[in-house]
């Protein structure tokens, strides 16, 4: 995988992007060429519009990765890459014409965009077939030898048999008898000098799986392998970077205050965001007051009660904040307290259903985020009943108040709307992972895959 501003992304995507996005180049040039063949018009230098084609490559490019079109998914399936490719490229072209009309003579010519869409799709979906066919194959996966052969090195199994890992496992070695859940590890006893085995084998990584580490790391084989200039890693770091999120399973403290992470450089991070969530909130506010205004107004036709939802949240180093919704929900919804909502929920109105699934009962919490108490992106902000609850019966519950909660963030876009004590496990995994790592590209990257969970709302409840 490669490293940029501390998130990780596999070689294979990165290499995928970089081909799209020169053939999106390519496919913008040539679309001027024909173009300009059909009115007999005699072009440019190709210098002259170098900006026109960079910024059509850019704004296609974007649009592909926030409807997910380097997702898992399509990385596997042609059928699910080359629809979500045909919504991006729409949806590019029409922020294109939309553009052109605003600034008019100084952008893309329309009449090519529909040549430049044809062509887009001809050379991207081509790509998918040639490139996409060696994704996953062992030219793209890195050789990882396991030291262990107990739970956790059968989770790491689990993980490497899925189709979308980076990774394949090429041996596993049993440092002891004890614990030996996977059965064909090769005993360390049967193994003479572990320096040549990873060398014969072509291990780039080694990651270090035992199940009880105190007094029982193989100090002397680790050096070895690292100075022969093999990565070695330990477990919940390698799950860490595989799996986007932390794994409280094998979460300890020493872990995370010695780990990568939670650096003093997020102060100009924090800085950076809040000037971005200034400027963002107050010109969404403005260009979305008529669309909150016509919906406080169908909110009160449809159901008995007020159109804005106010309701007591906990945010940043876990203070309370009151966070405004259009309302979706009966006013007697929570006579009995808060709860959790659920599919098909009956406390739901007509129109609730709607402007849930479409996230609109969520545009007034953009006051909140201009007021300070939120960020676009961050964790959810739960409500005081649940984080007491929850804070009790999951470790490391309350780390996830270090950054300001927000309306979209990373367990958001990840996994799905969750309503149990479980679901909160899970997504506070991918919101640890989030505090660790947050930086402005983390926060561009969330902000842009936001578009797919609004346009596939298959977790809104």
Partial sequence: MIRLFKHYIPHAVVLLSLFDLALLFIAGEAAWRLRASQIDMQLEPITERLLQLTGFSIIIWLGMIAVGVYGAEALRSMRYAGARLLVAISLGIIALSFLDFILPGSTFWRSTLLFA?????????????????????????????????????????QLAQ????????VSYVAMNDSE?????AISRAAIHDLGNFVENLGVSEVVLALQERRNALPLKDLL?????????????????????????????????IFSDGFSSARALSSAAKRVFDIAASGLLLLLTFPVILLFALLVKLDSKGPAFFRQERVGLYGQPFHLIKLRSMRTDAEKDGAKWAQKDDPRVTRLGKFIRKVRIDELPQVWTVLKGDMSFVGPRPEVPKFVEDLDDKIPYYAERHMVKPGITGWAQINYPYGASIEDSRHKLEYDLYYAKNYTPFLDLLILLQTLRVVLWPEGAR
């Fill in 117 to 157: 869409m044809v062509m887009a799709v001809i050379l991207l979906g081509s790509n998918r077939v040639v490139v996409g066919s060696f994704i996953g194959t062992s030219a793209f996966r890195r050789r990882v030898m396991v030291l262990g052969a107990g739970d956790r090195a059968q989770r790491l199994r």
């Fill in 162 to 169: 899925r189709p979308e890992s980076g990774f394949a496992i």
């Fill in 180 to 184: 030996r859940v996977v059965e064909e």
């Fill in 224 to 256: 070895r392998i690292k100075t022969m200039g093999v990565h070695v890693n330990d477990f919940s770091s390698f799950l860490e970077r595989e799996t986007g999120r932390v794994d409280l399973d094998t979460l300890n403290p020493s872990w995370l």
